[in-house]
Nanobody, 121 residues
Framework: QLVESGGGLVQAGDSLRLSCAAS????????MGWFRQAPGKEREFVAA????????YYADSVKGRFIISRDNAKNTVYLQMDSLKPEDTAVYYC????????????????WGQGTQVTVSS
C-alpha cells in the first residue's frame, strides 16, 4: 500500500513536499515514481528514482524545480516541489515498479490514491 501526503493549496512560487509512505511490503528494491493528473488531462510522468536512489529522472516541465528522493529505511519516497506554478495543479500519485527504473506509467505495479496540489496565481 502506498499513501501520499503533503498536498495542499499554495500560491505560485511557494514550495511543497509530498511524501509517499509504503506499507505491507518493503519497496527498497522497487523503482519509485511520481505522476500527476490535471483535470481533463491524461496522467503524466513527473519524476522517478532508481531502487538504489542513485539516479533520478524528471519530466522537462519540472526539471530544476522538483527533486525526488527516497529513504529506504523509512520505506518512504519524497517529492520536493519548489517554485510552484499554476500549471503544476493536479492530483499527484506515487507509484512503485518491480524493476530497476521506470518512467512510463504502465511499468508501475502499485499506485497510491493521490494527493491534491493546487497552485493559485
Amino acid at each position: 500500500q502506498l499513501v501520499e501526503s503533503g498536498g495542499g493549496l499554495v500560491q505560485a512560487g511557494d514550495s511543497l513536499r509530498l511524501s509517499c509512505a509504503a506499507s505491507g511490503r518493503t519497496f527498497s528494491s522497487y523503482a519509485m515514481g511520481w505522476f500527476r493528473q490535471a483535470p481533463g488531462k491524461e496522467r503524466e510522468f513527473v519524476a522517478a528514482i532508481r531502487w538504489s536512489g542513485g539516479s533520478t529522472y524528471y519530466a522537462d516541465s519540472v526539471k530544476g524545480r522538483f527533486i525526488i528522493s527516497r529513504d529506504n529505511a523509512k520505506n518512504t519516497v519524497y517529492l520536493q516541489m519548489d517554485s510552484l506554478k499554476p500549471e503544476d495543479t493536479a492530483v499527484y500519485y506515487c507509484a512503485a515498479a518491480r524493476t530497476f527504473v521506470a518512467v512510463r506509467d504502465y511499468e508501475y505495479d502499485y499506485w497510491g490514491q493521490g494527493t491534491q496540489v493546487t497552485v493559485s496565481s
